[in-house]
């Protein structure tokens, strides 16, 4: 895997527009998710008031994702996983100079609850949002901020919350 990195990285520094518009779309993504997060609490908030959906719905889709984002911080600090460029001492692409918390992802599980929880809004729109949270899992890799391990521990973390919470309790 150290191979894999080294040579992912000598190619998007041999392409700095690639690079870029990669950050780009990176930090697109993750507005994008959380916009649209806030978006759907409005909306059940709206509707909650108009009596439209019960309050439990808007609780549950504020309380999952909170609760999510909390215990995977927590793990992570605990784990205190060092990341590819504190590893492999290489610079990443998206300038970053945190240490250690690399496993799980933040990004990537609280991307992967959020589609989660806009599943749970609409299934259309959470499974839209579920291929946004594999391409933040992706960018994150690309950019050399998390191990693939630590985007796949994200999705899976912030998914299986979600399943939790959103269905099975």
Request: charged share 15%; net charge positive.
């Amino acid at each position: 895997m150290e191979n894999w990195y080294r040579r992912k990285d000598a190619w998007l520094r041999a392409r700095p527009a690639v690079s870029r518009a990669l950050l780009r779309v990176s930090r697109a993504l993750t507005l994008l998710v959380y916009a649209v997060y806030i978006g759907g609490m409005a909306l059940l908030l709206a509707e909650a008031i108009a009596g439209v959906r019960p309050w439990q719905q808007l609780i549950r889709f504020v309380l999952v994702p909170a609760v999510t984002f909390l215990a995977g911080s927590a793990l992570r600090a605990r784990l205190n996983a060092p990341r590819p460029y504190e590893v492999l001492q290489l610079p990443p692409i998206a300038h970053k100079d945190t240490r250690g918390k690399s496993f799980p992802s933040r990004h990537v599980f609280s991307a992967a609850v959020i589609s989660a929880a806009l599943f749970y809004l609409h299934p259309w729109l959470g499974t839209v949002f579920g291929i946004v949270a594999l391409l933040q899992a992706a960018g994150r890799v690309l950019l050399g901020v998390h191990w693939l391990r630590d985007v796949l521990a994200g999705l899976a973390f912030g998914w299986l919350c979600g399943l939790i919470g959103f269905w099975l309790i």
